[in-house]
């Protein structure tokens, strides 16, 4: 389970957890009730699903609890990572991955660089939407 383990307490987001939340966890804030939600890169997490990260848990926190997000931070526990290669938003709910999102309608989001195979420096970065059919608008939020 991945835990935070370094981030600046002056650049974390404090917003009430609209499900339960664990330590590490990627999260976006939905645009239905303004709460935090594991985000995924495709939104099929339920209706308040986000396709935004915004941060990293900073610690868990259960649904109606506040949570702090840190979009910048150290965050350690993951496996067999590439070191130096980048880490996107996943399709699973609130996961990373290093295999770069090309899917058409799926949110592509850098949120960090391995720094070791268990370590990622976390920086969520700008989102953006693949189109893959028809022209080649890429939809930047």
Given at each position: ?141
């Amino acid at each position: 389970m991945p835990i935070v383990t370094k981030y600046e307490s002056s650049e974390t987001y404090n917003v009430i957890a609209g499900v339960d939340i664990a330590e590490g966890q990627l999260c976006g804030i939905a645009d239905t009730n303004g709460k935090a939600y594991l985000a995924d890169n495709d939104a099929t997490q339920g209706a308040a699903a986000t396709d935004k990260a915004v941060g990293y848990a900073v610690k868990a926190a259960k649904a109606g609890k506040m949570v702090a997000l840190a979009p910048r931070c150290t965050v350690d526990g993951f496996s067999s990572l590439t070191v130096g290669g980048l880490c996107y938003l996943d399709a699973t709910a609130g996961g990373i991955t290093q295999t770069k999102p090309n899917t058409n309608g799926v949110v592509l989001q850098v949120v960090g660089t391995a720094r070791t195979a268990t370590e990622v420096l976390g920086n969520v970065g700008v989102p953006q939407k693949y189109q893959t059919a028809g022209n080649s608008t890429l939809t930047s939020y």
